[in-house]
């Protein structure tokens, strides 16, 4: 292709963000011409619950990019305003929006996702946390033709990415935001060469990352030690791993599974000391590193048992 590609933009956390910067840091050099933004309607947020902009409609007023947030595309309106952009490709990362028939056709080259997953496995909202909740010891990103099923266009690239031990939910979804804009401008480089090959996905292969919710993070000390412990690291830092003791909560930002089997209850406090807070599982112990009391700031095991030492005396009891 001679001409650049004129792109409408869609996303609205710092995934997506980190996507856009690439894309418009490779610029014209590219032939890259993002037109317009889409991006969730501002919302209220923080203690004031003032209005607050997406990263991406910052990061697209900053460079004079037009910005448009409908709250869906269920206006006839909304549909026409971006079909007369005459776009070529429109590329969607984490934009929280389903998109219609209408829109998917609107361009030229119809549109293209970012998915923090290596498809068909783990379609769905939450692909970064499901993974490691579940053991994965690899993820990735691939890049997708979008149509109206749920994730579940054909694949036009991946870029794939190891799920360390010690990853949590931040640091994956950092690893994979950076990733997301290095194999979308190797999906572009594709696409203006004409070498992008598109894959079916194997429906069979699939698994559902449905959305967090806050209540999923209340542990339960029945489970084994690698699960709870796996939790802590999907959750921060959000919805953050959580446990009662007595009518208080106390949160959970750092944690490993230990081998030691006590006999006691799950959710007993078998052992305490600097190197961590030691918990009874199903299977296995539990050690705590990191924790927030109610209304303090997160802390490290000795300034925890400086200051809040009687919350989980030895023998203590936490909710299952």
Same mark, same amino acid.
């Given at each position: 292709?001679?001409?650049?590609?004129?792109?409408?933009?869609?996303?609205?956390?710092?995934?997506? !963000?980190?996507?856009?910067?690439?894309?418009?840091?490779?610029?014209?050099? =590219?032939?890259?011409?993002?037109?317009?933004?889409?991006?969730?309607?501002?919302?209220?947020?923080?203690?004031?619950?003032? *209005?607050?902009?997406?990263? %991406?409609?910052? @990061?697209?007023?900053?460079?004079?990019?037009?910005?448009?947030?409908?709250?869906?595309?269920? =206006?006839?309106? /909304? &549909?026409?305003?971006?079909?007369?952009?005459?776009?070529?490709?429109?590329? %969607?990362?984490?934009?929280?929006? *389903?998109?219609?028939?209408?829109?998917?056709?609107?361009?030229?080259?119809?549109?293209?996702?970012? =998915? !923090?997953?290596?498809?068909?496995?783990?379609?769905?909202?939450?692909?970064?946390?499901?993974?490691?909740?579940?053991?994965?010891?690899?993820?990735?990103?691939?890049?997708?033709?979008? +149509?109206?099923?749920?994730?579940?266009?054909?694949?036009?690239?991946?870029?794939?990415? $190891?799920?360390?031990? +010690?990853?949590?939910?931040?640091?994956? =979804?950092?690893?994979?935001?950076?990733?997301?804009?290095?194999?979308?401008? !190797?999906?572009? /480089?594709?696409?203006?060469?004409?070498?992008?090959?598109?894959?079916?996905?194997? /429906?069979?292969?699939?698994?559902?990352?449905?959305?967090?919710?806050?209540?999923?993070?209340?542990?339960?000390?029945?489970?084994?030690?690698?699960?709870? !412990?796996?939790? %802590?690291?999907?959750?921060?830092?959000?919805? %953050?791993?959580?446990?009662? &003791?007595?009518?208080?909560?106390?949160?959970?930002?750092?944690?490993?599974?230990?081998?030691?089997?006590?006999?006691?209850?799950?959710?007993?406090?078998?052992?305490?000391?600097?190197?961590?807070?030691?918990?009874?599982?199903?299977?296995?112990?539990?050690?705590?590193?990191?924790?927030?009391?109610?209304?303090?700031?997160?802390? /490290?095991? $000795?300034?925890?048992?400086?200051?809040?030492?009687?919350? @989980?005396?030895?023998?203590?009891?936490?909710?299952?």
């Amino acid at each position: 292709m001679s001409s650049a590609l004129r792109i409408i933009f869609a996303g609205t956390p710092d995934f997506a !963000a980190s996507s856009l910067e690439a894309l418009l840091e490779a610029g014209s050099e =590219h032939g890259y011409e993002v037109i317009a933004v889409y991006t969730q309607p501002d919302r209220p947020a923080g203690r004031g619950r003032k *209005l607050q902009a997406s990263p %991406v409609k910052n @990061l697209a007023l900053a460079q004079n990019i037009p910005v448009y947030q409908p709250e869906n595309f269920s =206006h006839p309106a /909304d &549909v026409e305003s971006l079909q007369k952009l005459d776009a070529d490709l429109m590329i %969607v990362a984490a934009y929280g929006l *389903l998109l219609p028939a209408a829109i998917l056709d609107a361009p030229r080259l119809g549109c293209m996702n970012i =998915h !923090a997953s290596l498809l068909p496995r783990w379609r769905g909202a939450a692909p970064i946390q499901r993974a490691i909740l579940a053991g994965d010891k690899e993820t990735g990103i691939t890049i997708m033709q979008m +149509n109206e099923g749920l994730d579940t266009g054909d694949m036009l690239l991946k870029r794939r990415c $190891p799920i360390e031990d +010690n990853d949590t939910g931040g640091s994956l =979804h950092d690893k994979l935001a950076e990733l997301g804009g290095q194999a979308l401008l !190797a999906a572009l /480089d594709k696409l203006q060469r004409g070498k992008l090959q598109p894959e079916p996905q194997d /429906d069979s292969q699939s698994s559902y990352a449905r959305k967090l919710s806050k209540q999923e993070a209340l542990l339960d000390w029945r489970a084994d030690a690698p699960t709870l !412990a796996r939790q %802590v690291r999907a959750f921060n830092p959000w919805p %953050v791993a959580q446990t009662r &003791v007595g009518d208080q909560i106390l949160r959970i930002w750092a944690a490993q599974a230990r081998d030691e089997n006590s006999g006691t209850e799950p959710g007993t406090v078998v052992a305490s000391s600097k190197a961590g807070i030691d918990i009874a599982c199903g299977d296995g112990q539990l050690r705590l590193q990191q924790l927030q009391p109610a209304g303090k700031k997160a802390m /490290d095991v $000795p300034a925890f048992l400086n200051g809040y030492a009687e919350l @989980l005396p030895v023998g203590a009891r936490l909710s299952t």
